[in-house]
């Protein structure tokens, strides 16, 4: 049986192709996620780890909120020399280093990243841990001289002798490069600028006084461990943050996460995608290859083979496919990941492909995945094959399924569609958010899982509508065309499966994604009463200047600032919460239309008040009028009213969880240094809107990071950061289309195979080789359309669902883009035509006589 299963395995090897590529990609895209995230996480611990002090004194932040604000959190620069004095203590250095600066050229051009990497203007202090090396010019000096890293230097094309104007929180002031610092570690992608110790703490933190943290070096034979409690002694655990240097690399690497974190998930989504379109290709492949291998099957079992023997037999196949598309799969994943290096690299992220990490769960994930899918893919097949008698094999009797019942699937794909539209009506009414979502994932995989089941019991009557032109069309040529799709329907509904998943996961997507836009569009004219809008391109706080110079343009009559603040509120229900609340100046109405439910702006921004939504209010016991305790970053604490309860829907989202925002006065008091995040602006009466855009923008042309956006702007904004999403999935649905493509190839050339004698008949009673090519696409082309047909049918119901789920937080309008859906169709037809180019080229090339003859 062994030699037997080996021998056809290599026989079938061509058609066994297209269904290892399936195995290739979904393996591929695990291992390159995996081997690339590995990679990165290795070179930056690496890097944390060389940099980090022994131990690291800073300042105490009890919230893990990382908005921005602009202020700093400072400590005392006398501390490095009280932490001096510790027993244990080598050396010590007042660090300074601050990324709430914007660096511009002289020709007011960003010397910063674009690609969301920070700028830091840190002081120059070498060290055994320097991340850098001076390699021309010379340090820094004294005021107005600077380092740039050799990176950005190279990138924004600055020279030594350049003057470059460092906008920071205290002022800005102009620095001239005297030298170039070329990174010895890995480039983490940010700029990075380097004064003379004695002038950043001046330049950047507004006192020479201040430090942003203190960095000690243990004596010999000290471990961080035992020096870190001796320091802790000497200046107090509740006073100041300190971490060892293992902890400040893992704090590092932590905010690193969320970053590696994103491009994991997108590409483990890709591999479930592949692995799930995958599954339908295989189970396809190995349910045709059986019902072709009937008298080989049958005469395997007249010989004495037992219907396990024959099972096992398919499996081993299935096997040996798995290993073939893992291996071929893990060297693309290589491949993948090299790629991913070296696009970080054009990015700015200077990773080593030479030190591409490949640890042992890759492999073993890689050939988990691959073997599994085939082996789970091929089982029901391998079932199917053994339950045949060796006289209905060898009578040819054919056991892919044509003209059995489907009563089995008709009952099973009740119950379970049943059970599905029950979630979903449960997601429909459900009253919060959490229940919603939990329905609507219960149901969209149990609606799917029921159209895969009940699939076949579509085809007929979808496939009659969808081909009942082609008689009156083509003729005798389309009725055979559709008269093969309805041949055999469990062969028909696998193939469309394939391609209804990834059009049912766009359906739903693109209703969603439409019916965001049009909320936010919505929302953005009912609340958004300023005439113009200043922000930073990247929504980052910007200098006081700023604030000046806007506020200084002619035609100017009104500006309120925003500020954000990380905060936690302690509920009358017990639970504290982390979230971030804004500060406004007390003109806020002028600028925008806020909806409560009770009170006034002017009691939400008094001072000691702060408004919050009033649903959150309700759900944690909050009325009018309660006295919340508030934490602020630095340990400040505050017990502040609630002046007001807001409809956060209408609040145009001047809060983030809670709704929570007051007078710009509570965020001064309690955050100082901050800086503002926007500026709503109204011009002056008799100045157009063009006029007031044009002026604004002459203003702050000194300052290339700050933009002037009006609702329009506003709302193309929000177009392009929802695009993104879609994007998203319209690559999703191009990884789905590929490997449905390859499914339609495949079921079409083992179609052809099977219907060989057939196609020989029909050609030697006239058919040309056009119209036997014609047939073919046209089979197709139906079969493609009756998957893109229950794909968005599908895929409508959950966007549909979706929405709903997102008019709980809010976003209440719904928009269905007919377009997208229109597309998608006449799209699909197309692939039917692509995918049936080679069966057809291959079945019109066929010897008439040789076709004949075939058994």
Not at 405 to 426: I, M, Q
Not at 463 to 492: E, K
Not at 756 to 772: D, H, N, P, S, V
């Amino acid at each position: 049986m062994l030699k037997a299963t080996l021998r056809s395995f290599l026989a079938h090897k061509g058609r066994l192709m297209l269904s290892a590529l399936a195995v290739v990609l979904s393996v591929a895209f695990v291992a390159g996620s995996l081997i690339f995230s590995d990679t990165v996480t290795r070179t930056f611990d690496r890097l944390f780890a060389s940099t980090a002090a022994n131990v690291t004194v800073g300042p105490k932040n009890d919230l893990k909120s990382s908005v921005p604000t602009g202020a700093v959190q400072t400590v005392p620069a006398a501390l490095a020399d009280r932490v001096a004095k510790v027993n244990g203590v080598v050396a010590t250095h007042a660090d300074v280093s601050v990324q709430n600066i914007v660096v511009v050229d002289s020709h007011n051009k960003s010397v910063g990243p674009t690609t969301g990497a920070p700028t830091i203007a840190t002081d120059w202090y070498r060290t055994a841990r320097s991340p850098v090396k001076l390699t021309s010019g010379h340090a820094p000096g004294g005021p107005g001289e600077a380092l740039l890293d050799a990176d950005t230097a190279d990138k924004k094309h600055v020279r030594i002798g350049d003057t470059l104007t460092v906008q920071a929180q205290p002022g800005t002031f102009k620095v001239r490069v005297v030298g170039i610092a070329t990174f010895t570690t890995t480039n983490p992608g940010a700029a990075l600028v380097f004064l003379d110790p004695a002038v950043a703490a001046r330049e950047l933190l507004g006192s020479a006084d201040r430090a942003t943290s203190i960095s000690v070096d243990a004596a010999k034979g000290v471990t961080d461990e035992v020096l870190k409690r001796r320091v802790a002694q000497a200046v107090g655990s509740g006073d100041y943050d300190l971490k060892t240097a293992d902890e400040q690399a893992k704090s590092d690497a932590a905010g690193l996460g969320g970053f590696l974190d994103v491009i994991k998930y997108v590409m483990l989504g890709f591999a479930g995608i592949a692995v799930l379109v995958g599954i339908f290709l295989i189970v396809n492949t190995f349910s045709m290859l059986i019902a072709q291998r009937t008298r080989e099957l049958g005469l395997l079992r007249a010989l004495g083979a037992d219907r396990r023997q024959v099972r096992r037999s398919v499996l081993t196949e299935a096997v040996l496919l798995g290993v073939v598309g893992s291996t071929l799969g893990l060297a693309a994943g290589i491949g993948l990941a090299y790629g991913l290096i070296r696009l970080m690299s054009a990015f700015g992220m200077n990773l080593k492909a030479a030190e591409m990490v490949i640890d042992w769960p890759t492999p073993v994930s890689a050939y988990v995945v691959g073997v599994g899918v085939t082996f789970v893919a091929a089982y029901l097949p391998a079932r199917r094959a053994a339950t045949v008698s060796p006289m209905a094999a060898l009578a040819d009797a054919e056991i892919a399924g044509v003209g059995k019942p489907l009563r089995t699937r008709a009952v099973v794909g009740t119950v379970v569609g049943a059970a599905g539209v029950a979630a979903l009506v449960g997601c429909a009414v459900a009253e919060k958010t959490a229940s919603a979502a939990s329905f609507l994932a219960l149901g969209v995989v149990l609606t799917l899982i029921a159209t895969v089941i009940a699939g076949p019991l579509l085809v007929r009557p979808v496939i009659r509508v969808l081909g009942g032109a082609f008689p009156a069309l083509f003729g005798s040529v389309g009725r055979m065309s559709q008269r093969n799709a309805l041949r055999n329907p469990r062969r028909t509904g696998a193939t469309a499966a394939a391609l209804m998943v990834g059009l049912a996961l766009v359906g739903g997507m693109s209703v969603a994604s439409a019916s965001m836009s049009k909320s936010f569009d919505e929302q953005i004219d009912k609340t958004l009463g300023a005439d113009f809008v200043v922000q930073n391109s990247n929504f980052q706080p910007f200098t006081q200047e700023v604030t000046d110079k806007v506020r200084g343009t002619a035609g100017v009559s009104l500006v309120v600032r925003q500020r954000f603040a990380p905060v936690a509120v302690r509920l009358p229900d017990g639970k504290r919460i982390e979230t971030t609340a804004a500060g406004y100046d007390l003109r806020a109405d002028d600028v925008a239309h806020i909806t409560y439910t009770e009170g006034n702006t002017a009691a939400a921004l008094a001072d000691g008040s702060f408004a919050m939504d009033a649903a959150f209010a309700k759900d944690h016991e909050v009325r009018l009028g309660s006295t919340v305790p508030v934490e602020f970053p630095g340990g400040r604490k505050a017990d502040l009213k609630v002046g007001a309860l807001t409809h956060q829907a209408g609040s145009g989202g001047f809060g983030m969880q809670g709704g929570l925002f007051f007078g710009i006065g509570t965020v001064e008091k309690y955050v100082p240094g901050g800086q503002d995040s926007s500026l709503y602006v109204n011009g002056a009466a008799g100045v157009s809107a063009d006029q007031l855009r044009s002026r604004l923008e002459r203003t702050l042309d000194s300052y290339p990071q700050v933009q002037v956006r009006d609702q329009a702007d506003y709302k193309r904004l929000v177009h392009d950061q929802i695009a993104v999403l879609l994007y998203l999935v319209y690559a999703l649905l191009g990884l789905a289309i590929v490997i449905a493509v390859l499914g339609v190839v495949n079921t079409l050339a083992l179609s052809v195979v099977e219907r060989t004698r057939e196609i020989g008949l029909l050609r030697a009673i006239g058919l040309a080789r056009r119209q036997l090519r014609r047939m073919i696409r046209l089979e197709s082309v139906v079969i493609a359309v009756f998957g893109a047909v229950l794909g968005l049918a599908l895929g409508l119901v959950w966007g549909v669902c979706t929405q709903q789920v997102l008019a709980l937080q809010g976003m209440t309008a719904l928009a269905v883009p007919w377009g997208t859906i229109v597309a998608v169709v006449i799209g699909s037809a197309l692939v039917g035509i692509v995918a049936a180019l080679l069966p057809a080229l291959r079945a019109s090339r066929m010897n008439v006589l040789a076709a004949i003859a075939h058994e």
